[in-house]
């Protein structure tokens, strides 16, 4: 089992930055992928992908509504992974969620934080 929390939400201006922290224990993370989801809080929103980053640590992915502005990285060593959030937009208003997974001998472990709020005013 592996539990996750996430950490650094906050009220920011427009502008502004935040940087999320999503610390794991239980177990490892430098098998699983690490990403980043995020919901709105309006009735019928999903969530949705923001950014995800390998086991090793490269070919980091984004949404396009983020892309340029939010960095994924990941420490093994330390066994968290963050979320740093550049030139925010009232619209990255969300709870912000880390997700692992990993699929190992077929079978898929997948696991979620209980989030972040983010707030950006505008």
């Known amino acids: 089992q592996v539990q996750l929390v996430e950490s650094g939400g906050g009220l920011v201006q427009a502008g502004g930055s935040l940087r999320l922290s999503c610390a794991a224990s239980g177990r490892t993370l430098s098998g699983y992928t690490m990403r980043w989801f995020r919901q709105r809080q309006a009735p019928g929103k999903e969530r949705e992908f923001v950014?995800?980053?390998?086991?090793?640590?490269?070919?980091?992915s984004y949404d396009g509504s983020v892309k340029g502005r939010f960095t994924i990285s990941r420490d093994n060593v330390k066994n968290t992974v963050y979320l740093q959030m550049n030139s925010l937009k009232p619209e990255d208003t969300a709870v912000y969620y880390c997700n692992a997974d990993s699929t190992v001998w077929g079978t898929n472990h997948n696991y979620w934080g209980q989030g972040t709020q983010v707030t950006v005013s505008s």
């Open positions: 950014a995800a980053i390998s086991w090793n640590g490269y070919s980091p």
